[in-house]
């Protein structure tokens, strides 16, 4: 006797969500535009600790909206 094929979970097509991506965040701008400067111009240095030093230039970096918001206030 044949066995029977289940089906696949129901899910809805594609494209009829409405969803897309969202939208970048500025930590996640601000790294993905600062990390390749940085490792141009320290080329020796490992993934890891440019990753590290970049994450550090956020702190007081103008893109974040904390200094935004503190600078609003000044």
Known sequence: MPRQTTTKSK??????TGGGRKKTSPYN????????????????????????KVAEMWK???????????AARA
């Open 29 to 52: 701008q601000f790294m993905k535009d600062q990390l390749p400067k940085f490792k141009a111009a320290h080329p020796g240095v490992t993934h890891r600790e440019s990753f590290k």
């Open 11 to 16: 899910r809805s097509k594609p494209g009829t």
């Open 60 to 70: 007081d970096a103008k893109e974040n909206p904390k200094n935004q918001a503190a």
